[in-house]
């Protein structure tokens, strides 16, 4: 039951109706009167099916889409060959999109969930898809930040604010954005290697990483820094040579290669 009829509204206006409605209804599920936090705007398929090319989404994912609508997200990931799981509010999307799942004969691979995307687990999600609003967005970004590093993030139309898409690409005149969650690197980092000892100072600001390393006395800048998912990259000179570092992020360890011994001695905040 889209709010608004898909063939006469024009490209880019479905994403101002979403904006301009404040008030979103209320339905009943689960033999309660809720308030749903976004109308339904369907995604058009071209953009579901660059939003999962960009998330690059294949049969290891288990994708989970915030707000599931109709169900094209979770068809069309399941038909990729990941297990697919949407999150829907309104029952008679719940069941539209189950019939649809169906008709796609995906059922083994996707399910449609009648729940709140805000008392939902999404621990379990390698790609977390999302065509909500801004405030939505920000609302859940503490929690996106606290999945596994290397989870993927891809919406539909609106941002993170401060918090910078690794991509960012237009399809039919709609913007979609990706991110990678990064590891927690923030901090002071203890190297060791033959007997040769650093201290390594990360700052962090999301996936943006720099800082410093003291080198004996000698303080020396963190260089050529990135870090995608748990992967950090980064290059220190030392003795006066250029050394690129290559860190996989392990909780409070940091396997490294070449292999120095890495231990955290401070955690500090992600930005
Ligand atoms: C803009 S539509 C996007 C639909 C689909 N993801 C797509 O891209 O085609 C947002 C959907 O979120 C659902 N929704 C709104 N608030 C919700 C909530 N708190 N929990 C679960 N679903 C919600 C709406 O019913 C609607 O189907």
């Known amino acids: 039951m ?41 995604t058009p398929q071209e953009v579901v099916d660059k939003m999962l090319e960009i998330a690059d989404v294949g049969p290891n994912d288990r994708v989970m889409d915030l707000g599931s609508g109709d169900g094209r997200i979770v068809v ?3 038909k990729r060959g990941a297990r697919a799981v949407g999150i829907e509010i309104d029952p008679e999307l719940v069941a539209q ?22 008392e939902t ?50 399809a039919v005149g709609r913007e979609i954005y990706l991110w990678i969650v990064p590891a927690r690197v923030a901090g002071v980092w203890n190297l060791e290697r033959d007997g040769q000892q650093l201290r390594l100072t990360l700052r962090q600001q999301f996936q ?22 748990d992967e950090l990259r980064f290059s220190l000179t030392i003795g006066g040579r250029p050394q690129a570092f290559r860190a996989k992020v392990e909780g409070d360890r940091l396997v490294l290669d070449p292999p120095w011994r890495a ?3 401070a955690t500090a905040r992600l930005r």
């Open 2 to 42: 889209p709010a608004l009829s898909r063939k006469t509204v024009q490209a880019g206006a479905l994403a101002g109706a979403l904006l301009a409605s404040a008030v979103v209804g209320l339905v009943v599920a689960r033999n309660a009167v809720v308030t749903k936090d976004v109308i339904y705007v369907p």
């Open 76 to 78: 069309s990931a399941a």
């Open 97 to 118: 999109s189950r019939a649809n799942v169906e008709g796609a004969k995906v059922q083994s691979r996707a399910e449609i969930r009648d729940a709140n995307i805000f």
């Open 121 to 170: 687990d999404l621990s379990q999600a390698t790609v977390i898809t999302m065509y909500l609003l801004p405030s939505l967005n920000m609302k859940l970004r503490p929690k996106l930040l606290e999945l596994k590093p290397g989870t993927r993030i891809v919406t539909h139309a609106f941002d993170m604010q401060d918090w910078k898409p690794d991509r960012q690409q237009a």
């Open 208 to 229: 943006d990483v720099g800082g410093t390393a003291m080198v004996g006395d000698q303080q020396v800048p963190v260089e050529a820094a990135s870090l995608r998912g």
């Open 263 to 265: 231990t955290r001695a």
